[in-house]
């Protein structure tokens, strides 16, 4: 499986560069102008924004069009096709018997297998209705991609999207037997399996680290204060960022990195060591499962002070050296670090810039929580999420 990895990781690690995002940009920038336009119409209606499921039909949104270039109509359609898969992607809450065997895999992980061969249905986190509808959403996107470069469809296309860079890796299943790890190609099964994982670990991840920045910024309106201004200064009137315009927002990324801090998407990860270590006297037998629990070291005040402050400052130019990077992990770290970190912050700087330049976000005493009251983040089958659905309301800025 190493091998696998690595070489997924060869074809994976050049789709996030800049020249490659840049390409994905319009892609980004039409989806948060959909969620603009989205929540305006709440708005209107009367509605307060549920932020969870708001972020998550923007998230949704821009996997099918970066991932795919796919309009899943997740923005503009209350019935979304894509929409309603991806939500339910996962069985969360995890069965019972779900529970039983991951307790056990952490022991003894042949046992899962056994698991998954009996009792499929009711054992596997992937729920088997919405897998069937991915493969094949994943399929249908492939066979209409070779068919438009046989008929010369896409050659003057400028916005790539990640499966047209997974097609220019493939190699049949012959050539793929005499791959080595070094080697940056894939077969077909590799390149479905790369699209599922791309649409699994994107769309969770981004939609509730969205959706904490912004409650984070209407509790705090001193600091969605800064964000705007520094926003303004960026956008010079723009509708939509550059990808110039990024770099230019400092005070934004100290706000995503605190927000992530404050509450990391997925709060705790495992890893199985690969090969028996010693660490500072410490043995770390292969094979053993480690358990990193990410929530509590961002909560411990020995590498945060004041760890339930938010303090996006922390992460100013000026401080942020005094951060051991070790201990900031909600992207992971070393190798295995998340190799769509750059996507998943350029994703978030754009719908900020879009957001912020036409509304702010408030708490009132119709919201939940209410105005003067927090909300309760609870750890739900390795996610972070708020107890009650989190609602806010807005403020036009040009009224």
């Known amino acids: 499986m190493g091998d696998h990895w690595t070489r997924s990781r060869h074809v994976l690690s050049p789709m996030f560069t800049a020249g490659r995002l840049k390409q994905m940009l319009h892609h980004v920038n039409t989806s948060a102008a959909d969620l603009v336009a989205l929540i305006k119409k709440h708005k209107e209606e009367g509605k307060l924004i549920p932020l969870k499921v708001t972020a998550a039909r923007y998230t949704s949104d821009v996997i099918a069009r970066v991932g795919f270039g796919v309009d899943s109509k997740a923005l503009t359609e209350e019935k979304s096709e894509f929409a309603y898969n991806i939500n339910n992607f996962i069985r969360i809450p995890a069965t019972r018997l779900q529970n039983i065997f991951r307790a056990i895999n952490e022991f003894c992980p042949p046992v899962m297998k056994i698991g998954l061969a009996l009792f499929n249905e009711q054992v596997d986190a992937i729920l088997p209705e919405t897998n069937n509808y991915f493969v094949n959403f994943i399929n249908d996107a492939i066979e209409r991609k070779l068919a438009e470069k046989k008929n010369k469809v896409t050659s003057k296309k400028t916005h790539l999207d990640m499966l047209d860079m997974l097609l220019e890796a493939e190699v049949d299943d012959r050539t793929g037997q005499q791959l080595t790890a070094a080697d940056r190609k894939i077969t077909r099964k590799y390149v479905i399996g790369n699209s599922a994982i791309l649409i699994l670990a994107a769309f969770e991840t981004t939609s509730t680290a969205l959706s904490s920045i912004l409650y984070l910024l209407a509790r705090h309106q001193d600091i969605q204060d800064k964000v705007i201004e520094e926003i303004d200064e960026v956008m010079q009137g723009k509708s939509k960022p550059t990808y110039e315009d990024m770099a230019k927002l400092t005070y934004t990324t100290q706000v995503i990195y605190e927000s992530l801090r404050m509450f990391p998407p997925s709060p705790d990860i495992t890893r199985r060591a690969k090969e028996t270590r010693n660490f500072n006297g410490m043995t ?38 005094e951060i051991d990077p070790v201990t900031f992990l909600p992207f992971g770290f070393g190798r295995r670090q998340c190799v769509a970190k750059r996507l998943a912050l350029v994703e978030l700087k754009v719908v900020l810039c879009q957001l912020l330049t036409t509304m702010r976000f408030v708490q009132t005493d119709r919201t939940e929580p209410a105005l003067g009251n927090e909300a309760e983040y609870i750890h739900v089958d390795g996610f972070f999420v708020a107890k009650k659905p989190i609602e806010m309301d807005i403020v036009l800025r040009n009224q």
């Open 284 to 321: 770390i037998p292969k094979g053993i499962t480690i358990f990193i629990p990410i929530f509590k070291i961002l909560k411990d005040p020995e590498y945060f002070p004041d760890p339930y402050k938010f303090d996006p400052d922390r992460f100013s130019p000026q401080r942020k050296s």
